[in-house]
T-cell receptor, first 114, second 106 residues
Framework: DTAVSQTPKYLVTQMGNDKSIKCEQNLGHDTMYWYKQDSKKFLKIMFSYNNKELIINETVPNRFSPKSPDKAHLNLHINSLELGDSAVYFC?????????????FGSGTQLSVL | KNEVEQSPQNLTAQEGEFITINCSYS?????LHWLQQHPGGGIVSLFMLSSGKKKHGRLIATINIQEKHSSLHITASHPRDSAVYICAGATNKLIFGTGTLLAVQP
């Protein structure tokens, strides 16, 4: 009965491959996010979607393409994976997308690019 | 220099001690979030505040808008409080601090 669930939890892949991370929330929230956490635990926003519409795109390489089929899902597709893409990726959601709203996070996907 | 700075970066305490983690920001924000990340990796929102003080159990968060500073206090610390604590300033997006790794020893 997880509020924000993302899969897979671990993803190990070779450079140059294409991979996807899926995220679903059952909270009825309008806004979903993707965050990247580097090896020093520093979090940074990548994308936010409100009701399937892209709101924030934080100078993320074009190899990263978020897709929101409906407001409960925000998937992250990554093309031509590079070593520097290795990180933990967190999906999150909030009610309407106001910066002052509480965020609910998924458990993270640890991506390792070899 | 990061727009949101935390101190200390690492903190070791003995069980029962009073703990303070500080967060300073240099941008205009509408709210300040405190998050907790346990060793297992999951992130939980602890507080969101735009003024004054909030308390939840042994955790207290305060913010001083004029000084652009927030603190997270933990009273009667316990080993289960060991985690990374992250503050984040809310503009049109969240700007995260670098985190404070807290280890509470029994």
């Amino acid at each position: 009965d997880t509020a924000v669930s993302q899969t897979p939890k671990y993803l190990v892949t070779q450079m140059g491959n294409d991979k996807s991370i899926k995220c679903e929330q059952n909270l009825g929230h309008d806004t979903m996010y993707w965050y990247k956490q580097d090896s020093k635990k520093f979090l940074k926003i990548m994308f936010s979607y409100n009701n399937k519409e892209l709101i924030i795109n934080e100078t993320v390489p074009n190899r990263f393409s978020p897709k929101s089929p409906d407001k409960a899902h925000l998937n992250l597709h990554i093309n031509s994976l590079e070593l520097g893409d290795s990180a933990v990726y967190f999906c999150a959601s909030s009610q309407e997308g106001g910066a002052g709203e509480k965020l609910f996070f998924g458990s993270g996907t640890q991506l390792s690019v070899l | 220099k990061n727009e949101v700075e935390q101190s200390p970066q690492n903190l070791t305490a003995q069980e029962g001690e009073f703990i303070t983690i500080n967060c300073s920001y240099s941008v205009g924000i509408s709210a300040l979030h405190w998050l907790q990340q346990h060793p297992g990796g999951g992130i939980v929102s602890l507080f969101m505040l735009s003024s004054g003080k909030k308390k939840h159990g042994r955790l207290i968060a305060t913010i001083n808008i004029q000084e652009k500073h927030s603190s997270l206090h933990i009273t009667a610390s316990h080993p289960r409080d060991s985690a990374v604590y992250i503050c984040a300033g809310a503009t049109n997006k969240l700007i995260f601090g670098t985190g404070t790794l807290l280890a509470v020893q029994p």
